[in-house]
Nanobody, 114 residues
Framework: QVQIVESGGGLVQAGGSLRLSCTAS??????MGWYRQAPGKQREVVAS??????DYADSVKGRFTISRDNAKNTIYLQMNGLKPEDTAVYYC???????????WGQGTQVTVSS
C-alpha cells in the first residue's frame, strides 16, 4: 500500500525558513515533487526531483532546495527567505513509473506572515 506522509509545515515570518519532509512508502518512486495551492489559485509545481535532477519553479529558484534521500524514500524542501506569497498548502506527489499513477500527500499548510 502506497502511503505519503508529510511534515514540516507551519507559521513563520517573512524571511524565515522551514523544511518540509515527505516520505513515500510501499513502492519505489521514480519521481517525487512538491506542489502548492494557494486560496483561489490552481495547484502549481514548486520543485521536483527525478534521477537526482531537481527542477524548480521560477518563483522559488535561489530560495528553495529540494533533496532526496533514496534510502529513506524521502524528499525534503528546504525553504529559505520565505515570502508571504509562498503561503499555500504544500502537497507531496510521487510516481512509481513514467506514466503511472500519481500519489498525493494530504497537504501541509505553510503560512508566511509579513
Amino acid at each position: 500500500q502506497v502511503q505519503i506522509v508529510e511534515s514540516g509545515g507551519g507559521l513563520v515570518q517573512a524571511g524565515g525558513s522551514l523544511r518540509l519532509s515527505c516520505t513515500a512508502s510501499g513502492d519505489t518512486f521514480w519521481y517525487m515533487g512538491w506542489y502548492r495551492q494557494a486560496p483561489g489559485k490552481q495547484r502549481e509545481v514548486v520543485a521536483s526531483i527525478r534521477s537526482g535532477d531537481p527542477d524548480y519553479a521560477d518563483s522559488v529558484k535561489g530560495r528553495f532546495t529540494i533533496s532526496r534521500d533514496n534510502a529513506k524514500n524521502t524528499i525534503y524542501l528546504q525553504m529559505n527567505g520565505l515570502k508571504p506569497e509562498d503561503t499555500a498548502v504544500y502537497y507531496c506527489n510521487a510516481l512509481t513509473r513514467l506514466g503511472g499513477p500519481s500519489y498525493w500527500g494530504q497537504g501541509t499548510q505553510v503560512t508566511v506572515s509579513s
